[in-house]
């Protein structure tokens, strides 16, 4: 098996999708470009491919038709993302920073995620957003949120917070064949990561759980980045001889009830970590879930680990402070084996 970064892992499922269904298709600004123009239908020029070079050579491959670039209009790119889908295409739309869907949500929310249940089944919505999440980039506090907790709320929407590349390639090739419009977000910081992921194509269903560590004492339960923090937490405290259990969950809608519930009846301690909100966010639904499902199994409160309620910061002192880190997820788990 290969090992490949998180952004290649996240290439290589689009790649696969369009070699293997013509119906798939790139929308976004600068999906192709990075040239100014420049890189015409007879030069050929590659660009860089999207903010952080995820959509390089899609263009060059597929062309034109089947790669879109969009002018700086994310209404325009999520509304032709939707008309796209519904008349039979599977469209997969690049918003770059997930910050930016304020300006496009009516688009996503109030009509997309409505389709199949406002036209009694006759009609559907195969799309996928993608856009980067997450601080720890100094990139201040319009391109630094993680709203997926905002996705989740709405029904008629799937979510997908991947982890590391083998999730994140599993995990869009299902999203890209699903039938609803999917949220994909990608934390900016997991770009670079490498792990083994396979040179075939292969899907992992939605609403199936991951355990990247087994214990017995304590179960944290994270996404994204902060699946690795939580790990490295993990793997610190079992040399002291604390067993520490990691759940991530990698889709949020849906989201693994019962694998998340199996873990907090077996360790009875919950740490919850979660990046998006310090109010109203992941951690806090998690909560709620554990407190009406699975109370008699506690043997402790449940502790949050979230940032505070604040924008993020643009100092990346600041920003550091301000994220979760393995530090406080320490903390915390210390705190719940003393009850």
Known sequence: MSK??????????????????????????????????????????????????VTKGLWTEFGSERVIDTPITESAIIGMTAG??????????????????????????????KFRYMFGGKAKAPMVVRGMI?????????????????????????????????????????????DDPVVFCEHKLLYDITGEVPDEDYTIPFGVANYTRQGTDVTIIALSLMVHRANEVADKLATEGISVEVVDPRTISPLDEE??????ASTGRVVIVDE????????????????????????????????????????????????????????AVRKVLEV
């Open 276 to 331: 998006s909100a310090a109010r109203c966010g992941f951690a806090h639904d998690v909560a709620a879930l554990i407190a009406q499902k699975g109370f008699y199994a506690l043997k402790a409160p449940i502790e949050l680990v979230t940032p505070p309620h604040t924008p993020v910061p643009f100092s990346n002192v600041l920003e550091q402070a301000w994220l979760p880190s393995a530090e406080r997820i320490e903390i």
């Open 84 to 113: 796209a889908a519904a008349t039979g295409l599977r469209p997969i739309a690049d918003l770059m920073f997930m910050d930016f869907f304020g300006v496009c949500y009516d688009m996503l929310y109030n009509q997309a995620a």
């Open 259 to 264: 694998g998340i519930l199996e873990s907090v």
């Open 134 to 178: 997450g601080a720890g980039f100094s990139a201040a506090a319009q391109h630094s949120q993680s709203p997926y907790h905002i996705f989740t709320s709405t029904p008629g929407l799937k979510v997908v917070v991947p982890s590391s590349p083998y999730d994140a390639k599993g995990l869009l090739t299902q999203s890209i064949r699903d």
């Open 4 to 53: 490949k970064s998180y952004r290649n892992a996240i290439k290589e499922a689009i790649e696969f999708e369009m070699r293997r269904d013509p119906t798939v298709v790139v929308i976004g600004e600068d999906v192709r470009g990075g040239h100014g123009a420049k890189n015409t239908e007879e030069n050929k020029l590659e660009g860089f491919g999207g903010v952080l070079g």
